[in-house]
């Protein structure tokens, strides 16, 4: 069983991106564990090629093709997570705040949400408030998630949460924020609702959400 995840973990390090698929398709017959791939095998493996790009052995090229090569593998996930819900449990908007482009964790995120039957509108990478709240006055969701993965990047959610204040939309949506530098202290001063360290955490989160909040105007 390890092998496998020892494999994938090993393939997404090194960026092996043409074999990935394989990898995980071998796991996935062998019926290793779906979340001990995720989070064993590539998530852990992130952390070590961050690990390697703070050290300076490796470089924006090398973390690039790693990601690369956890969103295929990502791929091959996906469809196992479709859940059997056949109503929406609720709306979402998901983005990464502007000026960050790192979506992997954001994207796990959606395929939970998805997975436990909400639906989900992804609003991409470096989304600016201004745009942010367009959307949010045009979906209505119940729920905003953000992700920011830059310590220079996380102010932006203190800004959306701002700007939704001054627009009277802060009682019609919860707001939660996520990614590796975000912690629950972070969340609580800039005033967000909840903080979540991963994407279970996310769906316990938006589930206990869906419905407290206001409704919009029709
Ligand atoms: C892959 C990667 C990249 C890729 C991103 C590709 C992509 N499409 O995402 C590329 C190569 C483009 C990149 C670029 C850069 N990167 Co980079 N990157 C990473 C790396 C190695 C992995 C990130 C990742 O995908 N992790 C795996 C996912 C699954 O984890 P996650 O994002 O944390 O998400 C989980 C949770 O946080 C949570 N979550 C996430 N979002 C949300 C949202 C909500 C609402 C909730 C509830 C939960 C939640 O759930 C997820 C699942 O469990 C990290 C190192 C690391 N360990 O984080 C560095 C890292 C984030 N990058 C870093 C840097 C410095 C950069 C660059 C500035 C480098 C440069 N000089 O250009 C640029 C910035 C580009 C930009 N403007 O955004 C630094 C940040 C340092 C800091 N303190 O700010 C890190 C930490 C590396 C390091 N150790 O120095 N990067």
Redesign the pocket.
């Known amino acids: 069983m390890s092998g496998h995840l020892d494999e994938i973990k090993d393939a997404v390090i090194d960026g092996k991106h043409k074999e990935i698929e394989d990898l995980v398709k071998a796991a996935i017959e062998d019926n290793v564990n779906i979340n001990e791939i995720v989070n064993d095998a590539m ?1 852990t493996a ?2 070590v ?3 390697k ?2 050290d300076k052995e490796i470089f ?1 090229p090398e ?2 093709v ?2 690369v090569t ?1 969103k295929k593998g990502l791929g091959l996930i996906k469809p196992l997570l479709k859940g059997k819900e056949t109503e929406p449990r609720g709306t979402i908007i ?1 983005c990464t705040v502007k ?8 994207n ?2 959606i395929m939970m949400l998805e997975g436990a039957g909400f639906h989900v509108i992804d609003l991409g990478v470096d989304l600016t408030v201004e745009k942010l709240i367009q959307e949010v006055e045009k979906m209505k969701p119940n729920i905003l ?3 920011a ?4 990047t996380m102010p932006e959610m203190k800004k959306v949460i701002e700007e939704l204040k001054a627009q009277e939309l802060r009682d019609r949506v919860k707001v ?6 975000v912690n629950a202290a972070f969340a609580e001063k800039i005033g967000a609702d909840a903080y ?4 279970v ?2 769906v316990r ?1 938006s589930r206990r959400f869906v419905g407290q909040t206001e409704p919009f105007p029709l």
């Open positions: 998530i992130m952390d090629v961050g690990q790009f703070a924006v973390m690039l790693s990601a956890v998901m000026g960050d482009i790192h979506d992997i964790g954001k796990l995120v998630g953000l992700s993965l830059l310590t220079t939660m924020v996520g990614g590796a530098p979540g360290k991963d994407a955490e996310a989160i």
